[in-house]
């Protein structure tokens, strides 16, 4: 099937429906990649971005138990705040301009903690920008200590905090949460949370993992819960569409044992091009997440509307505890090199995507 002209010209407005996402999925996929990557040049034109950064894992302990969670360990470390600014100190020596911490979520782990780590990196490290946190272990952090989620974001943004990660996104379903992420915020709480963290001028990016148990629909009611949120605030920056990596862990070992697999490069790329579609004149940047795509395949996504590349990473013990098999780093010469190789022009960005 070909695409309905009324389908194209309402994802040029910007107005396109879940119905038309539904229809996109029958349509020949080649055609379907050709309109993202006409909406992704009138939006963004031909420049692809990419960032120099570090992954940081503060601990690898948490307190939830999401199924699809491969990273966390029941004793595991937490780093000190010395041994964060060591790791810093050594992006910043390999050309790093962000850092992007993460973790789980624990009772130690409270606002001040948070705001120490990033009061110590801005002190040391003033160019370093600092990504991290998620919306769930701030929520979380904040209501340990029964403060305001929006005065938790302040004092954050204050302390030095360039950008809050979109992750525990998941599946913004609750139906999907309670089968994947039962002790996770739900659908609103996240909502909220992310919006209070807009609210007070920090912004974030925005996530989606898919690939497990969600249907097509779920994926779409994500996204445009997404853009509902960037109507309303304006704040992401971007969007990863993440797949699911479905090793040694529980929801990825049931996936396997009923016989369904891995998402397909196909697939990967017809999410990358409906989320276009979906996002066209609300978000602008769509990130080919190469460390779980692989970077054959994150090259061919830049043709079917993604803009930009994601980060050199350095260490990735997300992807790489689930079953990641695309290394932990792409040196900025090899992601100019894919980005050149695709008939693009490199730009070095930070997390706001300015340019550098
Ligand atoms: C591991 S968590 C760390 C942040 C924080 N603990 C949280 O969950 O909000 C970061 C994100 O990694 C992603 N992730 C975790 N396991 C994954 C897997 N097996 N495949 C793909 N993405 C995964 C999820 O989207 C998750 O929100
Ligand atoms: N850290 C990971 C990223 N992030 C890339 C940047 O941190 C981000 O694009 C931006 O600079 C902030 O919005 N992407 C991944 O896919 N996986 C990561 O672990
Ligand atoms: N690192 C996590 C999620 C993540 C995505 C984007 C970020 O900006 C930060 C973290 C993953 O690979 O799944
Ligand atoms: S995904 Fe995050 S919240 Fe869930 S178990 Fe892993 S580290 Fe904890």
Redesign the pocket.
Same mark, same amino acid.
């Given at each position: 099937m070909t695409i309905p002209e009324e389908i194209i010209e309402r994802a040029h407005r910007g107005k396109a429906t879940k119905e038309d996402a539904i229809a996109l999925l029958d349509v020949n996929p080649f055609e379907l990649y050709t309109l993202a990557d006409n909406l992704r040049k009138e939006a963004v034109g031909d420049t692809v971005t990419y960032v120099t950064n570090r992954n940081i894992y503060i601990t690898n302990m948490?307190k +939830?138990h999401?199924g &699809?969670?491969? &990273?966390r360990e029941e004793k595991g470390y937490i780093l000190t705040i010395e041994e964060i600014l060591e790791q810093v100190g050594q992006a910043e020596k390999a050309g790093a301009v962000e850092i992007c911490i993460? +973790? +789980?979520?624990l009772p130690q782990l409270d606002l001040e903690f948070y705001n120490e780590i990033v009061k110590s990196i801005h002190t040391n490290y003033p160019n370093m920008t600092i990504h991290g946190f998620?919306p769930?272990?701030i929520h979380y952090a904040s209501s340990l200590s029964k403060t305001p989620i929006e005065d938790a974001f302040s004092e954050l943004k204050k302390s030095g905090l360039g950008t809050l990660t979109g992750?525990?996104?998941?599946i913004l379903v609750d139906r999907v949460r309670k089968i994947i992420c039962e002790d996770k915020i739900t659908t609103d709480q996240w909502i909220e949370t992310i919006k209070a963290s807009h609210r007070v001028g920090l912004r974030t990016n925005a996530?989606i993992?898919y690939g497990h148990v969600e249907t097509w629909e779920e994926r779409f009611d994500h996204i445009l819960t997404i853009r509902d949120i960037q109507e309303e605030t304006g704040a992401f920056t971007e969007l990863i569409t993440?797949p &699911?990596?479905p090793y040694n862990?529980s929801v990825?070992e049931e996936m396997l044992r009923s016989g369904k697999f891995m998402t397909t490069g196909m697939e990967d790329l017809k999410m990358i091009a409906i989320a276009r579609v979906l996002l066209n004149k609300h978000v602008d940047n769509l990130q080919a997440c190469w460390v779980?795509l692989g970077k054959k395949l994150a090259h061919v996504a830049l043709s079917c509307g993604a803009n930009d590349l994601g980060g050199t990473l350095m260490e990735d013990q997300?992807?790489l505890a689930?079953g990641g098999a695309n290394g932990e780093y792409l040196s900025p010469e090899e992601l100019e090199w894919i980005i050149k190789s695709a008939g693009r022009k490199p730009m070095l960005r930070n997390a706001l995507y300015e340019e550098i």
């Open positions: 948490c +939830g999401c &699809f969670c491969g &990273f993460q +973790g +789980g979520y998620s769930m272990e992750t525990s996104a998941e996530t993992m993440m &699911f990596m862990n990825g779980k997300i992807t689930s």
